[in-house]
Structure formats: structure tokens, C-alpha cells
């Protein structure tokens, strides 16, 4: 049972433009999200997280919503670059970050020039 | 400050062999997380070590066992190796269980 979904595997977005990457969990118990980027050969890099007491933490370019009652967690990105292209995966944790991280498959964000 | 660093970079073994990964934390960092990656399944997480106990343990066999040493340096060890588990095994790091964890480039398996 996949408790940290992300249903689109791919998205394509021009330059300039705004990404948006989305994230359903399943587990209320779930507090503590996070988003992880991750290009080829190399391990996942850490962009952003938010707390279930914030429903918006921004960070320069990246801003993650949440919604606790929908269960949804988003990403954007703007504007988008083409060094932004990689894998993006979801993570969530219970217990204020003290559970072991439960990550989505990921998706794969193309930005073309 | 170094990253975390996982050593060997690329592996390849046959089947019925044992395997051992290493993962060096960042520099005072005491939790050390490992995950497996398959394209499948994404990141599924192995077991979760702190302070050299382990905390938590994932859904996977006996097979795959860790220890993590008195300075937090980690090892993963996976005995009689089979096709499936030829995966990028991810170590990751925190300077407590509750914090930020970053990751390792991986140790790329493959069991022929």
C-alpha cells in the first residue's frame, strides 16, 4: 500500500514558466513533508519541507503548499531554469520527523529552453 | 564540510554472494539512514541507525542486515545475494533522527 503517492511520473514545462509537482499521502499521522531533488549518478538533494502546523513554506524559487484536509502536498517552482530538470521526490515522516521518511516514485520535471 | 560518502561507488557480484556498503556521515552527525532505489519501487527505506543502535527497520528480509560503529560510520551488509536486489542503495545522514537527512551519490549494485 502506497502511503505517499505522485501520479504524474513526468512533467514538461517551457522556461520561465511555473512547475508545479504534486505529492497525495494516505497516513494522517503524517507531519513533517519533505521535497528531495535528484539528478542522474547522483543522491537525492534536500529543497524544502514543511511541518503540518504551516500550510506554505517558501524558500527563493521553491514554495511548498500544504493541505491537510485533502491530504496534498504541492511544489512550485518559478520561474523554472533547465538546471531544474531532475527527478522530485516526496518524503513524509510521522511523529514530527521521527518515523523513517516515506518517499513517492518520483517525478521527472523537464524544462525545455 | 564533507558530504556523506558512500564507498564503493559501483559494485557488480553473482549471485549467492554477500555484499558489504559503507556510508561515512557528514562530520557530527550521529543518524544514518539507508534506502534502497529501484525504478519500480522508488526509495524504500532499509534501517535507521542512532548513536550504534538501530532504531527502525524496514520491510525487508533477513538477508539485509547494518551496524553503524562509535564514530557513526555505517555498513550494510546483504548475504546470498539475488537478481532483485541489484538496485542504487542511498545512505543518508542527520544530526538527530528528527533532522534534515542528506544523502550519499550511492553505491550502485548489480548481481548478474
Known amino acids: 500500500d502506497q502511503q505517499v503517492k505522485q501520479n504524474s511520473p513526468s512533467l514538461s514545462v517551457q522556461e520561465g514558466r511555473i512547475s508545479i509537482l504534486n505529492c497525495d499521502y494516505t497516513?494522517?499521522?503524517?507531519?513533517?513533508f519533505l521535497w528531495y531533488k535528484k539528478y542522474p549518478a547522483e543522491g537525492p538533494t534536500f529543497l524544502i519541507s514543511i511541518s503540518s502546523i504551516k500550510d506554505k513554506n517558501e524558500d527563493g524559487r521553491f514554495t511548498v503548499f500544504l493541505n491537510k484536509s485533502a491530504k496534498h502536498l504541492s511544489l512550485h517552482i518559478v520561474p523554472s531554469q533547465p538546471g531544474d530538470s531532475a527527478v522530485y521526490f516526496c518524503a513524509a515522516s510521522a511523529n514530527s520527523g521521527n518515523t523513517p521518511l516515506v518517499f513517492g516514485k518520483g517525478t521527472r520535471l523537464s524544462v525545455i529552453a | 564540510k564533507a558530504g556523506v560518502t558512500q564507498t564503493p561507488r559501483y559494485l557488480i557480484k553473482t549471485r549467492g554472494q554477500q555484499v558489504t556498503l559503507s556510508c561515512s556521515p557528514i562530520s557530527g552527525h550521529r543518524s544514518v539512514s539507508w534506502y534502497q532505489q529501484t525504478p519500480g519501487q522508488g526509495l524504500q527505506f532499509l534501517f535507521e541507525y542512532f548513536s550504534e543502535t538501530q532504531r527502525n527497520k524496514g520491510n525487508f528480509p533477513g538477508r539485509f542486515s547494518g551496524r553503524q560503529f562509535s564514530n557513526s560510520r555505517s555498513e550494510m551488509n546483504v548475504s546470498t545475494l539475488e537478481l532483485g536486489d541489484s538496485a542504487l542503495y542511498l545512505c543518508a545522514s542527520s544530526g538527530t533522527v528528527q533532522e534534515t537527512q542528506y544523502f550519499g551519490p550511492g553505491t550502485r549494485l548489480l548481481v548478474l
Open positions: 497516513n494522517s499521522m503524517f507531519d513533517y
